[in-house]
């Protein structure tokens, strides 16, 4: 009988602690904190946020703040920004094969589904008639250079999109460096003039002062030896 009430019992008991187990969340928590964390959930809602952002945690950035390797761009986006664009605006990055190649890979990536190739206005969408109106580099009605192809990645023009959130500035510069040689292309006129780029310079100038100074150098250590020469 003693035998059969302890096996009631057990049973019982396995009963009551099995019965609350939730397979999906442990009962127990050690270490609290690791799971539920003493900071802020990020986008988490919290009374203290209320007077600043209506309670959540995440925050837009300070006005006027600047995202880091971007800078600011002045030109609205209006026919006349462009135009401003146009007359103002230079490439800043030096012709060099590497910033040209860039500028093409881009090109190819996101122009020349539009723009074809060549940038001849016969892309792939052109010549399946998704799309119209896709002007040639060359276009004599347009004046296509450096700003204004610049501004109209920044902003799109009309049935052109921006392409402002997926390049970056220095991406951008390349495109339009390909674009210009693109259009000279098409002119018949040459293309832009790789210049050799600053490094290189630099380097080829820091090449030869280190060979001048290995052979100073030399001369050095034997100016020592007569001068050691002389003490003894
Ligand atoms: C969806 C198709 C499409 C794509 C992709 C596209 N463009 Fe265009 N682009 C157009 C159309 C359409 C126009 C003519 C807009 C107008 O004048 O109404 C245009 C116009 C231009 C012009 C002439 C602007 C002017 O001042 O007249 C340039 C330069 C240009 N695009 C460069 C680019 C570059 C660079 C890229 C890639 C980053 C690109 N486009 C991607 C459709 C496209």
């Given at each position: 009988m003693k035998r059969i009430l302890n096996i009631a019992l057990l049973f019982a008991a396995s009963i009551t602690m099995v019965s609350c187990f939730n397979s999906d969340k442990p009962n127990y928590q050690y270490m609290p904190n690791m799971y539920e964390p003493v900071g802020y959930e990020t986008y988490g809602e919290y009374a203290v946020f209320e007077n600043v952002t209506g309670g959540s945690e995440a925050m837009l950035p300070a006005e006027g703040s600047i995202p880091r390797g971007w800078q600011p761009y002045d030109y609205p986006n209006t026919n006349e920004g462009r135009d401003l664009a146009k007359a103002e605006l230079t490439n800043p990055l030096p012709v060099t094969q590497e910033n040209l190649d860039k500028g093409k890979e881009m090109y190819a990536i996101y122009c020349a589904l539009c723009h074809g190739d060549k940038g001849d206005g016969q892309g792939i969408l052109v010549k399946n008639e998704k799309i119209l109106g896709i002007p040639s580099y060359a276009d004599p009605g347009r004046v296509i250079n450096d700003g204004g192809t610049?501004?109209?990645?920044?902003?799109?023009?009309?049935?052109?999109?921006?392409?402002?959130?997926?390049?970056?500035?220095?991406?951008?510069?390349?495109?339009?460096?390909?674009?210009?040689?693109?259009?000279?292309?098409?002119?018949?006129?040459?293309?832009?003039?790789?210049?050799?780029?600053?490094?290189?310079?630099?380097?080829?100038?820091?090449?030869?002062?280190n060979e001048t100074e290995s052979h100073e150098g030399e001369e050095g250590h034997e100016g020592e030896d007569h001068e050691n020469e002389e003490q003894h």
């Open positions: 610049y501004h109209v990645q920044m902003y799109g023009l009309n049935s052109m999109g921006s392409y402002a959130s997926q390049t970056n500035e220095e991406e951008r510069w390349q495109i339009t460096m390909h674009v210009m040689n693109l259009k000279a292309a098409l002119e018949g006129t040459p293309p832009l003039e790789i210049v050799t780029p600053m490094e290189d310079v630099a380097e080829g100038i820091a090449t030869m002062i």
